[in-house]
């Protein structure tokens, strides 16, 4: 079966840090890049980032570039996002998901299998 559990989420003020964990299962990791989305209340999903095994390759979402930062341990079958530099309109659920069809973070629909999110609330 395969599951992705996503943790780390909780309240921080503006400027503050958080590191989002996905640990998944089921699966082989080198099948897959491991991606992370984010919906807020009211709006559609945005890409945040996503790392491939293949090569460590990354990708970006344009309102995280310099502030968030995506890693993983193969050991542990765990994805990171470090998130720095929080601001309020990083609030939303983040979610992790793998995808067979590259970094590509334009296209949810990419992705196969989805955790159940980690919600992030940034205070002013």
């Known amino acids: 079966e395969v599951q992705l559990v996503e943790s780390g989420g909780g309240l921080v003020q503006s400027g503050g840090s958080l590191r989002l964990s996905c640990v998944f299962s089921?699966?082989?990791?080198?099948?897959?890049?491991i991606g992370w989305f984010r919906q807020a209340p009211g709006k559609v999903r945005e890409g945040v980032s996503c790392?491939?095994?293949?090569?460590?390759?990354?990708n970006y979402g344009d309102s995280v570039k310099g502030r968030f930062t995506i890693s993983s341990d193969n050991a542990k079958n765990t994805v990171y996002l470090q998130m720095n530099s929080l601001k309020p309109e990083d609030t939303a659920v983040y979610y992790c998901?793998?995808?067979?069809?590259?970094?590509?973070?334009?296209?949810?629909?990419?992705?196969?299998?989805w955790g159940q999110g980690t919600r992030v609330t940034v205070s002013s």
């Open positions: 998901a793998a995808s067979e069809g590259g970094i590509d973070i334009s296209k949810p629909s990419l992705y196969n299998y």
């Open positions: 790392i491939s095994s293949t090569d460590g390759s990354t």
């Open positions: 089921g699966f082989a990791f080198d099948d897959y890049a």
